[in-house]
């Protein structure tokens, strides 16, 4: 089945504490991104990748870093965890960029830091 | 699942009737546009896609008239059923650009009443 998986899909830790959430998808897309979602903003670009090794910053990269090492994974990971940073994780992927085809989003991580 | 529909848009339909949701666009440049679908709990699904060279796309139940003059989208879905009870969201792109990004609306949310 083609799926975007992310790990884990809820997770509360103190601040300060690295954490790493995970997001792998099985259909060889090459675009992979991910956002945050917050009550009265919808959903905002964090980072993104167009292919492996290439990562590029979205609209709020502050507090966040990405690897892409593998075409399948795109782990996103807060160094230092901050309350605001508190919110509904999505990781999405799509064949190419998504101005050209449909993309895939995962079931959602919940963080809470505090 | 979780709540995203706080401090959003609302519209409420009965079964049966058609709903128009509406979604102003930010950049003039953008000329990709997609609909998507957030069931509670759930990541976003894809439902409708439509380019900027075209003013209206018709999928299975669902119609996107995009108006480029005044910058609006909207998506109209016919028969509304109860499993149309969900948050729908435009997102906006520039396909041929070098800015790789997708940038969302805030959302409405879509209450079906049977």
């Known amino acids: 089945e083609a799926q975007v998986t992310q790990n884990p899909r809820y997770l509360i830790t103190v601040t300060g504490k690295k954490l790493t959430v995970t997001c792998s998808q099985n259909m060889n897309h090459e675009y992979m991104s991910w956002y945050r979602q917050d009550p009265g903003l919808g959903l905002r670009q964090i980072y993104y990748?167009?292919?492996?090794?290439?990562?590029d910053k979205g609209d709020v990269p502050e507090g966040y870093k990405v690897s892409r090492k593998e075409k399948r994974n795109f782990p996103l990971i807060l160094e230092s965890p901050s309350p605001n940073q508190t919110s509904l994780y999505f990781c999405?992927?799509?064949?190419?960029?998504?101005?050209?085809?449909?993309?895939?989003f995962g079931q959602g991580t919940r963080l809470t830091v505090v | 699942g979780e709540s995203v529909g706080l401090h959003l848009p609302t519209l409420s339909v009965q079964e049966g009737d058609n709903s128009i949701i509406n979604c102003a666009y930010s950049?003039?440049?953008?000329?990709?546009f997609i609909w998507y679908k957030q069931e509670s709990g759930k990541g976003p699904q894809f439902i409708i896609d439509i380019r900027s060279n075209m003013d209206k796309r018709q999928g299975q139940r669902v119609t996107v008239l995009l108006n480029k003059t005044v910058k609006h989208l909207s998506l109209q879905i016919a028969a509304t059923q109860p499993g149309d009870s969900a948050v729908y969201f435009c997102a906006e792109t520039i396909s041929g650009g070098s800015n790789y990004k997708l940038t969302f609306g805030k959302g409405t949310l879509l209450t079906v009443n049977p």
């Open positions: 950049n003039s440049a953008s000329d990709y």
């Open positions: 990748s167009m292919n492996v090794e290439v990562t």
């Open positions: 999405a992927s799509s064949f190419t960029f998504p101005g050209n085809t449909e993309a895939f």
